[in-house]
């Protein structure tokens, strides 16, 4: 299979002028190579050679006038951008493994050994970019395809180049990358392979938490996460660093009542969220909204099967979850905090009649995140009962009208009362102290409960109230 006429990009051409001259052998090769098959948009380029990447690249660059090349000497790789493309650039590699260790010894290599070390068939095919073959042969933009890729693709399945065994244990990320591979590719893990993982998923341990998020994250943007999320639990690999997420799975019945699977509650909430959001902490805040289910479960006599406070203590438990998997830990996670605190206020509010006062406590405490919250409780109607879905959904319609109305009407979003602190301070002449903060805080729960407008004059006279009942006087 020849592929010349799908090397659009200049850098293919500038390669091999360079390879040429040089008469070492270049490819491209991997994701790049797999995903031009699979009609994917190219996102980096990845070219090795039988030589030095490093020597290569230097000398691409000044003929595509290139910017700045950056240079890894320890991993011996050079990249730099083009076109909108990053394009790296390495000696083709023989690894070897010791059991137990992370760290493969490496020696320079032929292209079968560099395609020997690759994590699936489907991203081991290269494509030659040498005019022609070390046989003399016109070889420009020809697949070599030692392990039949080209045919896993068409089959749609993940298999190993060498046996699975040797394979996952040499780097145990690979089987968080057959599982990404497989949701985001929507292909089947071949079942020697799968075996292999289950077999071998205790060895994740060895591997660092921000190697397995990454993978993870990219597993959970793909179209339907929850291929990905039953594929780690059934080979266990999710018990290996995600014990709170396995905790949901299973129903108990006591009495005859069952309460829902909060697993697969959870990884439909994530499908239907994915539909309507490529923010990936709003997926995170549904993966994680009902994380406290397990722990806060109580079966009432009466009641059957409670949950009471899970959203708060899910909230609480986000840190440490996020810090185990060593996910970012400021504006990120706090924003899905929040969204789990607040994920059943929406709700709440439909089975009532709608109050001004539960609509503007609730804009008060979302702020700009509003929106996103409603979009996760959407997400989180998952009945059987489509008249009961369609119901409630169009129960949050009426709410998101409410939320308009008092928002245009009151302004209370990123809610800041009218009077300050120093306006406190300064009317009655005292230093920072306790009551500042007590007077503060009765305007605002005056405005939120709708006592008193949204406006300056009414809260400074809410103020001279409140203050001569403390005993201040204006000074
Ligand atoms: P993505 O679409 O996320 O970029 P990718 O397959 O290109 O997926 P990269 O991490 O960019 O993944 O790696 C590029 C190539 O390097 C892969 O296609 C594969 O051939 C090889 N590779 C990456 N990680 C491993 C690994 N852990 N073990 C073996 N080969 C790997
Ligand atoms: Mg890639």
Avoid at 247 to 264: C, M, P, Q, S, T
Wanted: glycine fraction near 6%; proline fraction near 5%.
């Amino acid at each position: 299979m020849n592929l010349s006429h799908h090397l659009t990009h200049p850098v293919f051409k500038a390669v091999q002028q360079v390879a040429d001259r040089k008469g070492v052998q270049a490819f491209a090769i991997g994701g790049f190579v797999r995903d031009l098959i699979l009609e994917r948009p190219c996102k980096d380029i990845d070219i090795v050679v039988e030589g030095s990447g490093i020597e290569l690249a230097r000398e691409v660059a000044k003929i595509l006038k290139a910017g700045r090349v950056t240079v890894f000497k320890n991993f011996g790789t050079a990249m730099f951008h083009h076109h909108g493309v990053e394009v790296e650039f390495v000696g083709a590699r023989k690894e070897s493994y010791e059991r137990g260790s992370r760290k493969p010894i490496v020696e320079d290599g032929t292209i079968e050994d560099d395609q020997n070390r690759r994590d699936f068939t489907i991203n081991a095919m290269a494509i030659r970019l040498n005019a022609t073959s070390p046989a003399n042969a016109p070889s420009y933009g020809d697949l070599v395809d030692p392990f039949d890729g080209l045919q896993d693709i068409a089959l749609k399945i993940l298999r190993t180049p060498l046996d699975p065994n040797v394979t996952y244990s040499d780097d145990p990320l690979r089987m968080m990358r057959a599982v990404r591979f497989a949701c985001q590719l929507n292909f089947k893990i071949e079942s020697d392979s799968l075996q292999s993982i289950e077999r071998n998923a205790k060895r994740l341990e060895i591997i660092s938490r921000e190697r397995i998020h990454v993978e993870l994250n990219k597993m959970i943007m793909s179209e339907v996460p929850s291929v990905g999320f039953k594929l780690l639990f059934n080979t266990r690999l999710l018990h290996q660093f995600f014990p709170e997420m396995v905790a949901l799975k299973g129903v108990e019945r006591r009495n005859g009542i069952g309460h829902k699977d909060n697993f697969f509650h959870t990884i439909e909430v994530l499908d239907r969220i994915s539909k309507n959001t490529d923010n990936l902490w709003l997926r995170w805040a549904a993966i994680l909204h009902d994380i406290a289910k397990p722990p806060t479960k109580r079966f009432h006599p009466d009641l059957g099967w409670t949950f009471h406070g899970h959203e708060d203590r899910g909230a609480r438990m986000v840190p440490k979850i996020f810090k185990r998997l060593k996910l970012p830990l400021d504006h990120q996670m706090k924003y899905v905090q929040k969204l789990v605190l607040l994920h059943l206020r929406p709700i709440a509010l439909t089975q009532e009649e709608i109050s001004d006062s539960a609509v503007r406590r609730l804009l008060s405490e979302a702020g700009d995140d509003i929106d996103d919250l409603m979009i996760l409780a959407r997400a989180d109607i998952t009945s059987k009962n489509e008249a009961k879905v369609e119901r409630y959904l169009l129960n949050y319609d009426e709410v998101v009208k409410k939320l308009v109305e008092v928002e245009k009407k009151d302004g209370v979003r990123n809610f800041q009362p009218p009077v300050s602190g120093e306006e406190i301070m300064e009317t009655f002449g005292i230093p920072p102290s306790r009551p500042i903060g007590d007077i503060k805080k009765a305007i605002k729960e005056a405005i939120l409960d709708g006592d008193i407008p949204n406006e300056q004059e009414a809260a400074r006279a809410l103020m001279l109230e409140l203050g001569a009942k403390m005993g201040l006087r204006p000074a």
